[in-house]
C-alpha cells in the first residue's frame, strides 16, 4: 500500500521513474529495518573525538614513604699526629623515611627532562658495641633531602627515569666509653651525592604513582673527641641506599 502510494504521488507531480525507484528504495528499509544509520544511506560519517594524549610536561607535588640501609665506619686517628691508632669499626644502620617532593618535567618527544627536590624525615640508625676495647657508638639520621635532575624515557603513561645530584643530611653520632662510662654526642648537616633510577605511571591526567632507589654518598669527615675518648679523632664515612614509593598531583 505504502508502495502504491508513493507511485502515485511521483506520477501527480510530475516525478520520472528514478525518483520512484529512490522512494521504493526508501520505503523498504524503513518498513523491513525501522530505521537506518548514516553509513548504511551513504551519508557522511562523524568520526569519535580522539582521547587525550598525555604529557609529561607540568608541575607536580607528591609524597612518599620509604626503606634505608647502608654502610658507616668509624676510624680512629691521634689528633696531635693525624696517625691511625689501629682502631676501627663498621656497621649497617637501617630505618624507615617518608616526606615530600616537588618537581617540574618538561617532555619533547618520548623524552622528558626534568628537575626535582624532596625532604624527609628518617628514622635511620645503627652502631657498634666493643666492650673489649671499652667503646660503643652509633650513627642515626634524623631528616634528609635531596636537589636531582631527571632525565626519561615516556612510553605513554609510563615514565622510565634516572635521576642524580645534590643529597643533605642531619647525621648525628653517639660515642660511649664503657670504662668510665661517660658519653659524647656529635651532629650536623652533612652534604654529598645522591643517583638512583625509578618507574612511574600516569594512572590518569593528573595522578601518578612511582617507585624508585638511590644510593647516596656522605663522603668522609672527623670529630675530635674532647670528652669520651680525649686526644682521638674520629672518621665517619656513611653510604645509604634507599627505595621508597610515592604519589604525586600532577598541575
Do not use: C
Not at 682502631?87 to 626535582?116: D, H, I, S
Amino acid at each position: 500500500m505504502l508502495l502504491g502510494t508513493l507511485r502515485g504521488f511521483a506520477a501527480q507531480i510530475g516525478f520520472g521513474p528514478n525518483f520512484t525507484v529512490a522512494a521504493t528504495a526508501a520505503a523498504l528499509a524503513l518498513a523491513l529495518g525501522g530505521s537506518a544509520d548514516a553509513a548504511d544511506l551513504g551519508l557522511p560519517v562523524r568520526a569519535p573525538p580522539p582521547l587525550p594524549i598525555f604529557s609529561w610536561t607540568g608541575f607536580y607535588v607528591g609524597a612518599d614513604i620509604g626503606y634505608g640501609w647502608g654502610r658507616d665506619s668509624t676510624t680512629e686517628y691521634f689528633t696531635g699526629t693525624n696517625t691511625l691508632t689501629g682502631l676501627r669499626w663498621e656497621y649497617k644502620p637501617k630505618g624507615v623515611l617518608g616526606g615530600l617532593f616537588a618537581g617540574y618535567n618538561y617532555q619533547t618527544g618520548p623524552m622528558v627532562l626534568g628537575f626535582e627536590t624532596d625532604i624527609e624525615l628518617a628514622d635511620i640508625k645503627g652502631g657498634f658495641n666493643d666492650p673489649a676495647l671499652g667503646g660503643a657508638g652509633d650513627t642515626r639520621i634524623d631528616w634528609q633531602g635531596s636537589a636531582r635532575g631527571r632525565l626519561g624515557f615516556a612510553a605513554d603513561k609510563v615514565l622510565f627515569y634516572g635521576t642524580g645530584g645534590l643529597a643533605y643530611a642531619s647525621i648525628g653520632h653517639t660515642f660511649k666509653n664503657l670504662v668510665v662510662g661517660s658519653t659524647e654526642a656529635t651532629s650536623g648537616i652533612r652534604t654529598g651525592w645522591t643517583a638512583g633510577a625509578g618507574v612511574e605511571m600516569a594512572v590518569t591526567q593528573n595522578f601518578l604513582l612511582r617507585a624508585e632507589y638511590r644510593y647516596s654518598d656522605f663522603g668522609r669527615y672527623r670529630y675530635d673527641s674532647l670528652v669520651t675518648f680525649p686526644g682521638l679523632t674520629g672518621q665517619q664515612e656513611p653510604t645509604f641506599s634507599t627505595v621508597r614509593v610515592g604519589a604525586a598531583y600532577k598541575f
